[in-house]
């Protein structure tokens, strides 16, 4: 037991004897691995992951509607990294890692045999989030709250054009606060029953 306590110390020891700064040992957060991994880089810089379409589990979409005209002004389509939807339903939480990406569609409106019928039109772009229960990026202004927050334009999946979690996303997600921001009872398929 002394041994190895010895050996934990020994790089506090170290930098006080040669007068270097012992955060410079401290740990940082793990990396991530996984799904999360091909969308995060080392700073906490996102971007929209390639194969999510078919690689990623669909949650559910929404319908704006528009108004007063009547049909649907947007169409939005919810995916989540694999295996999201059986570890909520086991824990009812977004494990850490998790990759959340919705599609924003113009709603292309038509008269079908069904009625007037929306459905997902031309690509406007997408909202990624990525779980955080480490608080790995203290100082990137898009993580915070248990998650990274960004805005793609359909244009560039590379580089978000957010600036601010706080200011650009959180305003619009308090109605979530309580399901950890997301609006998760909108898709059925994270219920059990
Ligand atoms: C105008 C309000 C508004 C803003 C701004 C906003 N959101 Fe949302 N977001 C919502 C609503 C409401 C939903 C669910 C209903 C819908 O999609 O219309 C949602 C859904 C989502 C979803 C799908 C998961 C869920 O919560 O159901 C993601 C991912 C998301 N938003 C990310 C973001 C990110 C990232 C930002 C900032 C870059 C952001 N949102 C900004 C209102 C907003």
New binding site residues.
Partial sequence: MKIINTLCYTPLLLSMMVGVPAFVYAESAPAYKGAAAEVVDGKGNMHVPKEYRTVYQMLGT?A?ASDPEPGNKEM?V?YASPKTISAFRRTGHYPDGTV???EVYKSANNKMTTGLVGSPGNLVGW???VKDDLHRFPDNKLWGDGWG???FDAKDPKNTT?TN?VT??QA??VP?KNSDW???S?YPVLKNK
């Fill in positions: 929404w704006v939005h919810v959340l990406v919705k909202f990624v989030m927050w960004a805005w957010s979690y650009d996303c619009c997600h979530a997301v609006y998760s909108g």
